[in-house]
Nanobody, 123 residues
Framework: QVQLVESGGGLVQAGDSLRLSCVVS????????VAWFRQAPGKEREFVAA????????TYADSVKGRFAISRDSAKNTVYLQMNSLKPEDTAVYYC????????????????WGQGTQVTVSS
């Protein structure tokens, strides 16, 4: 069974950078995708970025294109989310998710979720 553990969140100022990590344990199918979602208070969970485990092909939400970069280190079974030029509207709990990712944008495409890591960006 796949388990996900996120880390790397924190409190930063607008314009700063953070790198989130998601350690994947257990067997992950090569066809799977690993994604980052985020959820701000009072809002629905929204897609941020995803990466196909085998191909490394990545997909981004329009709101983070050019600022965020998702990558994976297969040897370390870890997926990263490098977040640059952070804005106050990026404040949220960030979740890592893994699953078939038929539609990478939908939370329903992911079977396993991490516990989340808080990212707070002050203005």
């Amino acid at each position: 069974q796949v388990q996900l553990v996120e880390s790397g969140g924190g409190l930063v100022q607008a314009g700063d950078s953070l790198r989130l990590s998601c350690v994947v344990s257990g067997r992950i199918f090569t066809t799977y995708a690993v994604a980052w979602f985020r959820q701000a208070p009072g809002k629905e969970r929204e897609f941020v970025a995803a990466i196909r485990w085998s191909s490394g092909i990545s997909t981004y939400a329009d709101s983070v294109k050019g600022r965020f970069a998702i990558s994976r280190d297969s040897a370390k079974n870890t997926v990263y989310l490098q977040m640059n030029s952070l804005k106050p509207e990026d404040t949220a709990v960030y979740y890592c998710a893994a699953g078939p990712g038929g539609s990478v944008y939908s939370p329903l495409a992911y079977y396993t979720w991490g516990q989340g890591t808080q990212v707070t960006v002050s203005s």
